[in-house]
């Protein structure tokens, strides 16, 4: 399932060292604008402490996490709509990520150099959010030429698609993102189509110091982004990067004890993959034996048939019947033997949606 979380920001906000951290790919971090021009790809592992609790009651040969993408994009300016700086190059590659993770500096440091010479969080959202909406708004004119004229001769496809291209360009006129309007179930298969930047979803990252960050974390500037953020119920994850960047090269044990040390639960790194994975509509189910017990990504939604043909399309082909019971369930007992005693596992059909926890194991035959 190849869906990816871009990392976009202004330049050195801190997206790559951050990235450089979720996955130890050694993106080039530099305190300069465009070190990063080609975007960095990177899997990533999904956290999930189910899968650990799985792994100690089945005891199997091996144990495999799920996993997506993380990409980074390069630091964009004011003017990139315009082909500033690198945007066009930029933009195509924000155009190709299924949601996006907005890194904001939420830290001073007179060592680091601010692309527009101080740090104001809000501003620097804006700077970024009003270029991919003259972006947008630039593709959706180009499109009313065209389907204005089919319009005009009653096709009734193009009236419908006409309606929503308007509704598009007094939103962005607005300065407004696409995903900000409340569009019909039909109206929404045209936005779809028309592969809009500020139609993705959004969460944001606020980079802080490590002197905020082991405070309580939100500084004003935090505090700033959580209220622009709330305003189109978007999401806000804090990390300090450098700090993420340490704990990224320690192992399990290290890693923990490092955490416990400085007082955090869980790094802001584990938060942010969690958030994004979450972002993109993304669950999670299990298959459990001794050979493998295996976390599966799924978009939420997935009914059993397709569920299955995510691990092989012959399971989907085949489909007979799924073997479920859910992860607490299963926990509770203690074992799958006691689990379907205390009659929790159950047989569901192809009509099935499979939901996030399931512990499956599917019947097929080909």
Known sequence: MALTTGIVGLPNVGKSTLFN???????????????TIDPNVGIVEVPDHRLQKLTE????????????????????????????????????????????????????DDNIT???????????????NLELILADLESIEKRI???????KTKDKEAVAELEVLEILQKTFEDEKPARSIEFSEEQQKIV???????????????????????GDGDNDYVKLVKEFAAAENSEVIVVCAKIESE??????????????????EESGLDQLIRAAYQLLGLETYFT?????????????GTKAPQAAGIIHTDFERGFIRAEIVS??????????????????????????????GDVIHFRFNV
């Not at 028309?194 to 606020?206: F, G, I, R």
Request: glycine share 8%; charged share 25%; proline share 3%.
């Open 114 to 128: 601010h692309v527009s010479g101080s740090v104001n969080p809000i501003r620097d959202i804006e700077v970024i």
């Open 288 to 300: 459990a034996g001794v050979q493998e017990v295996r976390a599966w990504t799924y978009r939420k």
């Open 21 to 35: 951290a979720i996955t130890q790919a050694g993106a080039e971090s530099a305190n300069y604008p465009f070190c």
């Open 192 to 214: 779809k189509q028309l592969h809009l930047l500020t139609s993705k979803p959004v969460l944001y990252v606020a980079n802080v110091s490590e002197e905020d960050l082991l």
């Open 57 to 108: 009651l089945v005891d199997p040969k091996k144990t495999v996490p799920t996993a997506f993408e993380f990409t980074d994009i390069a630091g964009i300016v004011e003017g990139a709509s315009k082909g500033e700086g690198l945007g066009n190059k930029f933009l195509s590659h924000i155009r190709q990520v299924d949601a996006i993770s907005h890194v904001v500096r939420c830290f001073s």
């Open 247 to 264: 704990i990224a090269e320690l192992d399990g044990e290290e890693k923990q004890m490092f955490l416990e040390e400085l007082g955090i």
């Open 145 to 151: 030429t065209r389907v204005g004229k089919l319009a």
């Open 327 to 356: 992860y607490d369930d299963l926990m509770e007992a203690g074992s799958m033997g006691q689990a379907k005693e205390n009659g929790k596992v159950r047989l569901e059909g192809k009509d099935y949606v499979v939901q996030d």
